[in-house]
């Protein structure tokens, strides 16, 4: 995997529960990604990426642009019971969901900064479709999983 300068990277999960090692399981459980088909936004740190290759063949990823979150969060972000996002929004500086989502891609401001209002996943539906490879397989080998850079943009298009 080469150094990637996105400042956050989306991640997604391709496969079930069956057959995973309770190490990989907990670690797919940090990443907020419990289900197959659930989505996340984490920080592009060297820690991170480490618990990504620990789940590679579980896991889809890549450097996501503005308007994909911005699609994503208006459309699959679960906002927190009793939360007020305008103002969760102004104490963070950003007059709309599509400025905070500038603020993250542009590394100004932490991804993390989202689950105080919107729960930390997004629930999206199989690729319409279905995958056009094997999910068992490599992106970089014509395969599904692993590090796809910019071209996470088309597969999460069609799960929305």
């Known amino acids: 995997m080469s150094s990637h300068d996105a400042a956050c990277l989306l991640v997604v999960r391709l496969r079930g529960p069956s057959g995973l090692s ?23 740190t060297s820690s991170m990426v480490g618990m ?3 789940v590679e063949r579980y896991v889809t990823w890549g ?3 503005e308007q994909l979150l911005t699609l994503l969060i208006n459309t699959k972000g679960e906002v927190l019971h ?15 969901i599509e400025e905070l989502v500038k603020l993250i891609v542009e590394g100004k ?7 105080r209002f919107y729960k930390p996943y997004f629930r999206l539906h199989p690729p319409k479709g279905g995958f056009k490879r094997s999910t068992k397989r490599p992106f970089k080998e014509g395969g599904e999983y ?11 298009k069609r799960m929305i």
């Not at 009793?82 to 709309?96: C, D, F, H, Q, T």
């Not at 692993?146 to 996470?152: A, T």
């Open 22 to 44: 309770a190490a990989i399981n907990n670690t797919l459980e940090m990443l907020n990604l419990k289900r197959s088909c659930w989505a996340t936004i984490i920080p592009n």
């Open 52 to 54: 990504l290759k620990k």
């Open 63 to 65: 450097d996501p642009n």
């Open 82 to 96: 009793g939360v007020n996002i305008e103002e969760e929004l102004k104490s963070l500086g950003a007059s709309s």
């Open 109 to 115: 401001c932490e991804s993390k900064v989202l689950w």
């Open 146 to 156: 692993g590090y796809r850079g910019v071209e996470i943009s088309e597969l999460v």
